[in-house]
């Protein structure tokens, strides 16, 4: 914002008048939708503001004057970024907020979801993804934290909570939440692959934007595959293979060789990305190599969803058993998400224990909102027969 402020004349004034633009923005964008040209519009409700208080604060002949001509003044330089969205992104993950207040405000505002697939993806009630928000507005408020355009140096300050958005807008399009939603939202997963590219682009040798690459293309090459004719939910195992995008892939391929190369310990990115590089390399998982990957990842991210998704990939490998041994250890930290129980529920049915496993896919639909995946999870209850239970198999 150093041009407005050289416009004006007053650091302050400009700032102060930008802090109220973003806060607008935080309020009016959602409901109103994102303008075509955000960093425009920010621009120029800033410059009306300043405009305001000069006119306020000053006398009315040379002051008005000297903004009327300010209505016309030239937008300012978009700096190192050149795509409105992503720069409003870097803008939005500011260091003044929390990790998770800058993600969940950025993910309201920029990414367009609701509230309640905010908080889908945190895992938490509505009502305190709402609060979470409303305080991260008053602090944006509070504070005067300015709408600036970041520099090139601030960018690897901001860059994580820029990619923990952009996976949080993909995971939302790739399997959304919400039943009144498509299963698979390609404009949010198309959006997510277009801001990954361009901070790759933008940050080429961080390795964990490559990651996010990779793994974006990587995943989204199975889309096709993943819902059936029927709307139905088609789990891994069961795709067909010649419906996935080859050029992802080998795109995909080609960006986590590129970080191997590099020698650099992986980030969680990278570690994602590569497992999703063994799901997609052959005919079959290996599913010694991704157990390898997520020990690594674990020891990085240790959180329930992580070590779930490890427990899947460990009864794979080692045995239905031992995978459903631990998964039944998260149950504290997991009872309130729907894919812990549709896991359980897999296991439990593999292993014959069909009334336990119809338990468990309830929890799983009772808790689930994408519609393909609720067809998928009742199907597969309904073949579960309960008077079976305790039968070996």
């Not at 120029?44 to 009327?68: P, V």
């Not at 277009?194 to 989204?220: F, Q, S, Y």
Request: net charge negative; with cysteine; glycine share 8%.
């Amino acid at each position: 914002m150093a041009t407005t402020a050289r416009r004006f004349g007053n650091l302050d004034t400009a700032e102060d008048a930008a802090a109220e633009a973003f806060a607008i923005a935080t309020e009016r964008w959602p409901v109103d939708g994102i303008p075509p040209n955000p960093g425009a519009w920010l621009t120029t409700t800033a410059s009306r503001k300043a405009i305001d208080r000069i006119r306020r604060e000053s006398s009315r002949d040379a002051r008005h004057t000297e903004a009327k001509l300010l209505y016309d003044a030239e937008p300012d330089p978009v700096g190192v970024i050149d795509d409105d969205r992503l720069r409003l992104l870097f803008i939005c993950c500011h260091p003044a907020l929390s990790m998770e207040a800058r993600v969940a405000l950025t993910l309201r505002m920029i990414g367009g979801l609701s509230v309640p697939e905010i908080a889908r993806a945190f895992l938490v009630q509505d009502t305190t993804m709402g609060a979470r928000i409303t305080r991260a507005k008053a602090k944006i408020a509070a504070a005067q934290i300015p709408y600036r355009v970041p520099a090139a140096e601030d960018l690897p300050g901001r860059v994580s909570g820029v990619l923990a958005v952009v996976f949080l807008i993909f995971n939302e399009g790739y399997l959304a939440s919400g039943p009144d939603t498509a299963p698979v939202r390609e404009e949010l997963t198309g959006e997510a692959i277009r801001l990954a590219r361009l901070l790759h682009g933008l940050l080429p040798d961080d390795g964990e934007v490559t990651g996010m690459l990779a793994m974006l293309l990587l995943t989204d090459a199975r889309r096709s595959a993943r819902v059936s004719s029927a709307r139905e939910l088609v789990p891994l195992a069961e795709q067909d293979r010649g419906l996935w995008d080859v050029a992802q892939i080998s795109e995909g391929h080609a960006l986590v060789r590129e970080r191997l190369a590099s020698k650099v310990a992986p980030g969680r990115y990278q570690l994602l990305a590569a497992i999703n590089a063994v799901h997609t390399d052959g005919d079959a998982t290996d599913w010694t190599q991704v157990v390898a990957l997520y020990d690594q990842l674990v020891r990085l991210d240790g959180s329930p969803i992580v070590r779930l998704n490890r427990a899947i990939a460990v009864g794979e490998r080692d045995g239905l058993e031992a995978g459903l041994a631990l998964i039944d250890d998260l149950d504290s930290a997991l009872s309130g998400y729907h894919a812990y129980h549709a896991a359980r529920a897999h296991l439990l049915r593999r292993l014959g224990r069909d009334t336990a496993a119809r338990d468990a896919y309830d929890a799983a639909i009772s808790l689930a909102g994408n519609t393909a995946e609720i067809a998928f999870l009742t199907r597969r209850r309904d073949q579960a027969r309960p008077e079976d239970n305790g039968r070996c198999g």
